[in-house]
């Protein structure tokens, strides 16, 4: 079983709409979760972390549901730019390098 | 923001030969640097992770011999892929960890070396 496992998608979403997709975690030591993304043939980039108590970033809203070991992004008023890959990270606890395990990705594509 | 830089950015190399990637840090100094490999549609696996001055350290599957990691200094790490085959054709990315003192746990990513292997 995958430590981290995403829908790979694509999720189509007309530009202006509202797309929503999770993360599942398999490792209950894990303690910091965060969205990448990451564009074709491109390095990931930090979108945002992810907070117990669900946190917003403009158009994009991430929540952590420990009991569950799921996370999820939502994006909002979709925008062409935001066709990617969105990558879900998590970070354990017992790691004292900080390693980071990636999913391998939800892929979004806005169309117009 | 920290920058990170890789070189070269492709490289095309035939069977059998080496090839050396570069990881460089350019505004802060990385006590730790990772090394993953993405193949396509499949995530970031990790490879290793180098302390400066200190071996690499390896993940399950990865092999020390033909993946050589030197880090040499706070601001350079190099992986040497030995005897490349073209199963080695992949998206090689770094990444720097900030000094633990620093209170920061970010990695912050290279743009990634494509190798090819032909």
């Known amino acids: 079983r995958k430590e981290v496992e995403q829908d790979p998608g694509p999720f189509n979403v007309p530009e202006g709409a509202t797309v929503a997709f999770n993360c599942t975690y398999s490792?209950?030591?894990?303690?910091?979760f965060f969205w990448y993304r990451q564009d074709c043939r491109k390095e990931p980039k930090l979108l945002m972390s992810v907070y117990s108590s669900g946190n917003e970033d403009g158009r994009f809203t991430a929540q952590l549901n420990r009991a569950s070991q799921y996370i999820s992004l939502l994006i909002r008023d979709s925008k062409l730019s935001d066709s990617a890959t969105y990558l879900c990270v998590v970070r354990l606890s017992t790691d004292s390098w900080g390693k980071l395990q990636f999913g391998a990705g939800t892929q979004v594509v806005v169309t117009p | 923001g920290a920058v990170v830089s890789q070189h070269p950015s492709r490289v095309i190399c035939k069977s059998g030969t080496s090839v050396k990637i570069e990881c460089r840090s350019l505004d802060f100094q990385a006590t730790t640097m990772f090394w993953y490999r993405q193949f396509p549609k499949q995530s970031l696996m990790l490879m290793a992770t180098s302390n400066e001055g200190s071996k690499a350290t390896y993940e399950q599957g990865v092999e020390k011999d033909k993946f050589l990691i030197n880090h040499a200094s706070l601001t350079l790490s190099t992986l040497t892929v030995t005897s490349a085959h073209p199963e080695d054709s992949s998206f090689y990315i770094c990444s720097a960890r900030d000094r633990p003192a620093s209170g920061r746990y970010e990695q912050y990513f290279g743009p990634g070396t494509r190798l090819t292997v032909t």
């Open positions: 490792n209950s030591a894990s303690q910091s």
